[in-house]
T-cell receptor, first 114, second 111 residues
Framework: EADIYQTPRYLVIGTGKKITLECSQTMGHDKMYWYQQDPGMELHLIHY???????EKGDLSSESTVSRIRTEHFPLTLESARPSHTSQYLCASSDPGHLHEKLFFGSGTQLSVL | GESVGLHLPTLSVQEGDNSIINCAYS??????FIWYKQESGKGPQFIID?????DKRQGQRVTVLLNKTVKHLSLQIAATQPGDSAVYFCAENNNTDKLIFGTGTRLQVFP
């Protein structure tokens, strides 16, 4: 079992609200990722981080922002949520000791913006 | 966005039969491939991986086959069980820092 945790599991909020999705891992992994996944669809990378103070945008453009102040913590923030942000958000981390990217995923946050 | 009725490719198998889930990848430079299993309401879970210098790799009840000539990857599950019901994703790494995920396949196991 991977030690990566996401909170909340479900979030229903109104348009215009600011929200932060939390992600923490206890494995000491340097690399962390945020993916967005619509029902039944593939995962799209929206943010990633190589380590503390490193953040990069992913392949899918997103209005969200991330920060990496501590190794174990990689929160995602939406300043003003809109219905188009409704989706599942998955956080992941990977061990830099792996030659390639074997990702460990959290259980996800299902976000619904009304 | 709205949720619409999405039609994932679906494979229905009887409990005890073998399952074969297929995946086509596009980048001939990809040299590492992974299969993930995603159960409803959960994040993807690693199943098995394979490097491009291999054609086949076996795990517990699962086998991954790689055909680089036609850029095709398959996951074989032996003696499929109800607990195998999930969406299965293949992913490739083409020497970048990121995995690229394919469209999933829904596996349904009926008694």
């Amino acid at each position: 079992e991977a030690d990566i945790y996401q909170t909340p599991r479900y979030l229903v909020i109104g348009t215009g609200k600011k929200i932060t999705l939390e992600c923490s891992q206890t494995m000491g992994h340097d690399k962390m990722y945020w993916y967005q996944q619509d029902p039944g669809m593939e995962l799209h990378l929206i943010h990633y981080s190589y380590g503390v103070n490193s953040t990069e945008k992913g392949d899918l453009s997103s209005e969200s922002t991330v920060s990496r102040i501590r190794t174990e913590h990689f929160p995602l923030t939406l300043e003003s949520a809109r219905p188009s942000h409704t989706s599942q958000y998955l956080c992941a981390s990977s061990d830099p000791g792996h030659l390639h990217e074997k990702l460990f995923f959290g259980s996800g946050t299902q976000l619904s913006v009304l | 966005g709205e949720s619409v009725g999405l039609h994932l490719p679906t494979l229905s198998v009887q409990e005890g039969d073998n399952s074969i889930i297929n995946c086509a990848y596009s980048n001939s430079a990809s040299d590492y491939f992974i299969w993930y299993k995603q159960e409803s309401g959960k994040g993807p879970q690693f199943i098995i991986d394979i490097r491009s210098n291999m054609d086949k790799r076996q795990g517990q009840r699962v086998t991954v086959l790689l055909n680089k000539t036609v850029k095709h990857l398959s996951l074989q599950i032996a003696a499929t069980q109800p607990g195998d019901s999930a969406v299965y994703f293949c992913a490739e790494n083409n020497n970048t820092d990121k995995l690229i995920f394919g469209t999933g396949t829904r596996l349904q196991v009926f008694p």
